[in-house]
């Protein structure tokens, strides 16, 4: 079952994955800074057509932002998003953080 919660925190997510701030996110929407800040903390619930104008500039589906996030087929993307995303300079570190994650104890 979605929670509102949840599809704030994807929201969050994949705004981070395409490299914006609120604000930039809230100009390239035409939505108040504040709201996007709600949106995102489930404080509102964004209409049908908040979440395909953030789905477009995101350049996410629509119903990516439903996605259960323990979903392998999500966890893939998000984690191909992010590499394929990485400035150049933070490539180094991620691959740490993978090697360290993958580490036998």
Same mark, same amino acid.
């Given at each position: 079952?979605?929670?509102? *919660?949840?599809? +704030? ?9 395409? +490299? ?9 929407? +035409? ?5 996007? *800040?709600?949106?995102?903390? *489930?404080?509102?619930?964004? *209409? ?43 490539? +180094? ?13």
């Amino acid at each position: 079952v979605m929670t509102r *919660s949840a599809l +704030g925190t994807a929201l969050r997510r994949y705004r981070k994955l395409a +490299g914006l701030t609120q604000a930039q996110l809230a100009e390239r929407t +035409g939505f108040d800074p504040k709201t996007i *800040s709600r949106f995102e903390t *489930s404080t509102y619930t964004p *209409s049908i057509d908040a979440l395909m104008a953030f789905a477009q500039v995101l350049g996410v589906k629509p119903k990516d932002f439903f996605a259960e996030p323990d979903d392998e087929e999500e966890q893939r993307a998000y984690l191909f998003g992010v590499i394929h995303n990485a400035p150049p300079k933070d490539l +180094g570190k991620l691959i740490a953080a993978v090697e360290q994650a993958l580490a036998k104890p």
